[in-house]
């Protein structure tokens, strides 16, 4: 099956001295992120899936597709359980 997500054209927005720099900060958010109360796009698990689902595109970060989907599945559990509906912040 043909990957959907892929991306054609890619044009970095950083520098590699900047990358240099914005990297571990970026590796020090994604230890910390992982666990969400609520399944919403504005500051639960769709949102930190859909973070991790973006830095699995940076080099030697292919590992972050995983957690991107375990946190994709968390918040369509989490959907289901979900009584409030909204199209940012809940479901």
């Given at each position: 099956?043909?990957?959907?997500c ?13 990358r ?10 994604m230890?910390?992120?992982g ?5 919403s796009l ?13 830095c ?16 994709l ?19």
């Amino acid at each position: 099956m043909p990957d959907t997500c892929s991306i054609s054209s890619w044009t970095a927005l950083a520098s590699e001295s900047q990358r240099a720099r914005i990297l571990p900060i970026l590796e020090e958010l994604m230890a910390t992120l992982g666990q969400g109360e609520e399944a919403s796009l504005a500051g639960g698990l769709a949102g930190i899936a859909l973070f991790f689902g973006y830095c699995s595109r940076l080099p030697g970060q292919e590992a972050c597709q995983e957690q991107a989907a375990e946190l994709l599945s968390q918040a369509v559990v989490g959907v289901q359980q979900s009584r409030g509906a909204a199209f940012y912040s809940g479901f």
